[in-house]
């Protein structure tokens, strides 16, 4: 049996191939792939004559790899007319080629192979538009919610109290367990791990000024904020997403009911109202941690360490740390609200949202720590 080969060439200002051999899977049809994707895609808008007098055999894949280089991936059409171009055709061969012509689909041509170094290139630029085009996008979600607040200053009888108080007591009172044991273990490690570097230096009574100046300006709020980030800021997104999917925000907009108003408001300023009681039981708990830790395992007496907390530790340290707390609570609503607003009609995307906005919320309270830090240390405060 003779292999499948072909020859091509140019006559009267078009193109032609002389197929030759058994035009079969198992005699090398698999070979010429390569060949002959080249010069279909080579032949594109050009005339076209396949000549298959010296075809002894052929089978369907050899009779759709025919169709395919006649058809050139879609730049000759020979719809209605599937044996156009081809000659010297048996009825066997006619055949097969109107029956693999019903089956046909426009191929996809290989795309173009970049260097490794372009495509991260690429990937990098095309991260940091999509980084911009959010930036703006939560911007504008932002004025529109600063806007809202103003006017249900104005107008109070647009505020809801009821789904405010509510979103209390979820964001914050049902968080309250979880942020005391935090906070107290975080001021006991921190007064255990500066206990042993200070103790080198027989300095391990100033583990009380560490405690207290780390968490009420620090870990307090900072910590409370993060747990919260990931607690409510994508529990905000989960549930105004799930309505969203439901359509039940385009069943609010039809009753005329504002979505900002009923969703977006309530949640944003029951965080801002919990967020900073929280920073401050944090802040307590922490130091009360670091307490213990002093008096069981560095003998620090309960009564030196309340005593020299309150003669050297400044209550600016902890206004310090409360200031932040509203901001990093607009924040985190904000960014919740906001991806589940942007939420389209699949779960997938729920998910992708919510994991957005933790990601969101906790770069921007790092942020914003860093800015207030930098605030500070400029006014010597």
């Known amino acids: 049996m003779v292999m499948a080969s072909f020859e091509t060439g140019e006559r009267g200002g078009g193109l032609f191939m002389v197929a030759r051999g058994a035009w079969t899977l198992e005699n090398g049809l698999g ?16 005339t076209l004559e396949i000549d298959l007098k010296d075809v002894s055999e052929l089978d369907t894949a050899g009779a759709m790899v025919l169709q395919r280089v006649m058809r050139a991936c ?10 156009r171009g081809f000659t010297n055709m048996g009825p066997h061969h006619s055949t097969l080629l109107e029956q693999a012509a019903e089956h046909m689909a426009p191929c996809d041509m290989d795309p173009p192979k970049r260097k490794s170094f372009i495509l991260v290139l690429d990937r990098l630029g095309r991260g940091t538009e999509q980084v ?28 809801r109290m009821t789904p405010m108080v509510h979103h209390m007591e979820e964001a914050g009172l049902n968080a309250t ?19 042993r570097v200070l103790a080198e230096f027989g300095a391990e009574v100033f583990s009380v000024e560490l405690v207290g100046i780390s968490v009420m300006r620090e870990f307090g709020v900072l910590l409370t904020a993060i747990l919260l980030a990931g607690r409510s800021g994508s529990a905000f997104t989960a549930q105004i997403g799930s309505m969203k999917l439901r359509e ?23 965080l801002i109202l919990t967020l900073p009681v929280l920073a401050f039981l944090a802040a ?16 620090i007496p309960p009564t030196l360490f309340m005593i020299r907390t309150q003669e050297i530790v400044a209550i600016d340290h902890l206004v310090v740390g409360l200031v932040k707390a509203p901001f ?3 924040a985190i609503a904000v960014v919740g609200c906001y991806n589940g607003m942007m939420v389209e009609n699949s779960a997938e995307d729920l998910g992708r949202r919510t994991t957005m906005a933790v990601v969101q919320s906790l770069f921007l309270v790092i942020l914003i720590d860093a800015l207030f830090a930098i605030f500070f240390l400029e006014l010597g405060v």
């Open 284 to 299: 307590f708990l922490g130091i009360l941690g670091g307490g213990v830790v002093g008096w069981l395992a560095l003998d």
């Open 74 to 83: 879609g730049g000759r059409l020979t719809e209605g007319q599937v044996l």
């Open 177 to 195: 367990l979880i942020v005391g044991l935090m906070s107290f273990l975080i001021g006991a490690v921190v007064a255990f791990m500066g206990a």
């Open 132 to 159: 911009g085009q959010d930036a703006l996008s939560i911007l504008s979600f932002v004025g529109a919610v600063l806007s809202r607040i103003g006017g249900a200053i104005l107008r109070p009888d647009r505020f």
């Open 31 to 46: 070979a010429l792939d390569d060949q002959l994707r080249h010069f279909g895609a080579q032949s594109l808008d050009r």
């Open 328 to 330: 990093f609570a607009f």
């Open 248 to 270: 039940e925000i385009d069943a609010m907009e039809v009753m005329g009911i504002a979505p900002l108003d009923a969703l977006v408001i309530p949640r944003v300023l029951a």
